[in-house]
């Protein structure tokens, strides 16, 4: 093996915060952030209302806002195509 595919190893098995923990807390965060602006939940605003808040942290310019939205389209799009309904 050599030094530059070690060292790889060892920054990728390094981290053991589990992502579903992260998408987690991201959740809490998010919520909390509407919750504390609109006075309600994420899932109880007008669709529009929830369309405006996910672009917002869609164009964020927090990273990890970013990076949550992105693990959140990709698992709806998992979902959707993965599902044998029709479309």
Avoid: C, N
């Avoid at 579903?20 to 309600?40: N, R, W």
């Avoid at 949550?68 to 195509?81: D, E, N, P, S």
């Amino acid at each position: 093996m050599t030094k530059a595919s070690s060292t790889a190893g060892e920054i990728l098995g390094a981290s053991t915060f589990p992502v579903s923990l992260a998408l987690k807390l991201m959740a809490v965060l998010l919520s909390a952030q509407t919750l504390l602006v609109e006075g309600t939940a994420l899932s109880a605003l007008p669709p529009e209302r929830r369309d405006s808040w996910m672009r917002r942290w869609e164009t964020s310019r927090m990273p990890p806002m970013r990076q949550y939205m992105g693990a959140i389209r990709a698992i709806a799009l998992t979902v959707y195509y993965a599902s044998p309904r029709d479309r």
